[in-house]
């Protein structure tokens, strides 16, 4: 099947860039130079957009700050996937309305998937008077020319038409440059499970071209990238849209075969299309790490189908099963939903008995917050808020125990970890991570951030490792 054409064309691509130096004129002709400040909730696809916010705001003459009242320019790069980070949203830009009546001319700009979401706009529109601009994810690569056209009119802005979604390429990005980076293989995600508002916001799965990849990632590791986590909803998809015959291990296999010292993570994949090829690829790829994080969102048969996961209990622990199978020593990661719409006391002892069988080494743990549009948003709920926090923490107890044995295995043994930053902890100043993504505090010298050294491991608890170099 071929694609439609979803690439922006470059003529479009080649009049932001003018816009661009349009904006960098205005900002070049003030006294000091302005400050923006690019606030991110949600996902690392989020983190990802914001890089290129960051990037774009940069070759406009924009400094950066994390101060809301010193900054000219405040991105909010939303979250929708649960109605809790859309709540702390709304309360920091009602907060806004004090920085911009001390500061007139600020400019407040609200983007991301919140942004995109229907109602939301009409509501910033009408209520929150003081936000000049919101735009969706699909419109990102416009961001120059809607801040030109309010510093130069100041109009208010709202552009966030629905889409199936776009491919704009050559965007600007400004990393943080430290040795984490992220590498958006593919965007948005056709799955629709039931309870999930990312589809509706982020538009169809569409995989960019393997050989924009490839530059990209060469890019992040002459730049001192020695983590890099492909990204997308949905990895295991990549490919399909392509005309090229081209999947997922094979983008594995192409950036393991690029020179330098760096390890390759990716982030997501959906258990429906993971398989023997991928655990496979990662076990013969030196670089791609021996972690794997896997959703599986439910334990029990019945909520699965009702969630369109399209996969069922045993499957899942069978991929498990041949993971551990390919890559005996993989870090395993995972997604779970608690209290979704009917799910009964039975239904998530089926939840907990899936966690003792595998025995992740951690997970990301939800209440399920109706996200409206969805079809689970439409299905009777007798359970309370109450009862969920119940089975909430019984679950958080159960991976707690199963994280802290797990960490505790790790201590007496010697493992090569990346330094990738400081913390504020005088014994253990700095913070690394194992091949498999564990988190190790570890005592040592500043100058190490950014190197892979040998950390014995001395100690540990739920959370984390604690180590010194050897
Ligand atoms: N594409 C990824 C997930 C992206 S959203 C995947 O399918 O694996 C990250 C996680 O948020 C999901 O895995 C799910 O566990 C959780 N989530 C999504 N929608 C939710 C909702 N309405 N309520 C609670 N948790 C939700
Ligand atoms: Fe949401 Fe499911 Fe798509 Fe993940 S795969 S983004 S949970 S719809
Ligand atoms: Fe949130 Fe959008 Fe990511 S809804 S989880 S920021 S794709």
Same mark, same amino acid.
């Given at each position: 099947?071929?694609?439609?054409?979803?690439?922006i064309s470059?003529?479009?691509?080649?009049?932001?860039?003018?816009?661009?130096?349009?904006v960098?004129d205005i900002?070049?002709?003030?006294?000091?130079q302005?400050?923006?400040?690019?606030?991110?909730?949600g996902?690392?696809?989020?983190e990802a957009d914001?890089?290129?916010?960051?990037? *774009?705001?940069?070759?406009?003459?924009?400094?950066?700050?994390?101060s809301?009242?010193?900054?000219?320019?405040?991105?909010i790069?939303?979250?929708?996937?649960r109605?809790?980070a859309? *709540?702390?949203v709304?309360?920091n830009i009602?907060?806004?309305t004090?920085?911009?009546?001390?500061k007139p001319?600020?400019?407040?700009?609200?983007?991301?998937?919140m942004?995109?979401?229907?109602?939301?706009?009409e509501?910033?529109k009408?209520s929150f008077?003081h936000v000049?601009?919101?735009?969706?994810p699909h419109?990102?690569w416009?961001?120059p020319?809607?801040?030109?056209?309010?510093?130069?009119?100041r109009?208010?802005?709202?552009?966030?038409?629905?889409?199936?979604g776009?491919?704009?390429?050559?965007?600007?990005?400004?990393?943080?440059?430290?040795?984490?980076?992220?590498?958006?293989?593919?965007?948005?995600?056709?799955?629709?499970?039931?309870?999930c508002?990312?589809?509706y916001?982020?538009?169809r799965?569409?995989?960019r071209?393997?050989?924009?990849?490839?530059?990209?990632?060469k890019?992040?590791?002459?730049d001192?990238?020695?983590?890099?986590?492909?990204?997308?909803?949905?990895v295991?998809?990549y490919?399909?849209?392509l005309?090229?015959?081209?999947?997922?291990s094979e983008?594995?296999k192409?950036?393991?075969?690029?020179?330098?010292?760096?390890?390759?993570?990716f982030m997501?994949?959906?258990p429906?299309?993971?398989g023997?090829?991928?655990?496979?690829?990662?076990?013969?790829?030196?670089k791609?790490?021996?972690?794997?994080?896997?959703?599986?969102?439910?334990?029990n048969?019945r909520i699965l189908?009702?969630?369109?996961?399209?996969?069922?209990?045993?499957?899942y622990l069978?991929l498990?099963e041949?993971?551990r199978r390919?890559?005996?020593?993989?870090?395993?990661?995972?997604?779970?939903?608690?209290?979704?719409?009917?799910e009964?006391?039975?239904?998530?002892?089926?939840?907990l008995?899936?966690?003792?069988?595998?025995?992740?080494d951690?997970?990301?743990?939800?209440?399920y917050?109706?996200?409206?549009?969805?079809p689970a948003?439409? *299905?009777p709920?007798?359970?309370?808020?109450?009862?969920?926090?119940?089975?909430?923490?019984?679950?958080?107890?159960l991976?707690?125990?199963?994280?802290?044995e797990?960490?505790?295995?790790?201590?007496?043994s010697?493992?090569?970890?990346?330094?990738?930053?400081?913390?504020?902890?005088?014994?253990?100043?700095?913070s690394?991570r194992?091949?498999?993504g564990?988190?190790?505090?570890l005592s040592?010298?500043?100058?190490?951030v950014?190197?892979y050294v040998?950390?014995?491991?001395i100690?540990?608890n739920?959370?984390?490792?604690?180590?010194?170099?050897?």
């Open positions: 099947m071929k694609r439609k054409n979803i690439e470059r003529e479009e691509l080649d009049r932001q860039l003018e816009i661009i130096a349009r960098r900002n070049s002709a003030r006294s000091d302005p400050l923006a400040f690019v606030d991110t909730y996902c690392q696809q989020n914001s890089e290129k916010l960051r990037g *774009m705001l940069s070759e406009m003459g924009y400094g950066f700050t994390r809301e009242k010193e900054a000219d320019v405040i991105v790069n939303t979250c929708a996937v109605e809790h859309e *709540m702390r709304f309360g009602g907060a806004l004090h920085t911009k009546r001390a001319d600020q400019i407040i700009a609200l983007c991301g998937c942004a995109q979401r229907p109602g939301v706009a509501r910033v009408r008077r000049d601009l919101v735009f969706g419109v990102l416009q961001f020319q809607f801040l030109y056209e309010i510093l130069s009119k109009k208010r802005i709202f552009s966030t038409e629905d889409s199936d776009v491919i704009a390429e050559g965007i600007p990005a400004l990393r943080d440059g430290g040795v984490k980076a992220w590498l958006s293989i593919m965007y948005g995600c056709n799955n629709f499970c039931s309870y508002i990312v589809p916001v982020r538009g799965e569409r995989s071209r393997p050989e924009l990849i490839i530059e990209d990632a890019k992040l590791i002459a001192g990238a020695k983590d890099i986590t492909l990204l997308g909803q949905n295991n998809s490919g399909k849209d005309e090229e015959n081209i999947d997922f983008i594995i192409r950036v393991n075969d690029l020179e330098g010292d760096f390890l390759i993570r997501t994949s959906h429906k299309d993971a023997d090829k991928l655990f496979e690829t990662i076990a013969n790829c030196e791609a790490a021996h972690h794997i994080h896997l959703p599986f969102q439910a334990g048969d189908k009702v969630m369109n996961r399209h996969y069922n209990r045993e499957e069978r498990i041949s993971a390919y890559i005996p020593d993989v870090v395993l990661t995972s997604d779970v939903i608690v209290g979704f719409p009917g009964t006391d039975e239904e998530f002892e089926d939840t008995s899936l966690i003792e069988q595998v025995r992740f951690s997970l990301f743990t939800f209440i917050s109706p996200r409206p549009g969805t948003a439409e *299905m709920d007798p359970f309370t808020r109450e009862q969920k926090q119940v089975r909430f923490d019984k679950l958080l107890d991976q707690n125990r199963i994280s802290s797990k960490h505790a295995s790790y201590v007496g010697t493992r090569r970890v990346l330094v990738d930053g400081l913390t504020n902890d005088e014994i253990y100043p700095l690394s194992t091949n498999g564990r988190l190790v505090h040592g010298d500043k100058s190490l950014g190197s040998d950390a014995e491991i100690d540990s739920t959370w984390a490792l604690y180590g010194k170099c050897r």
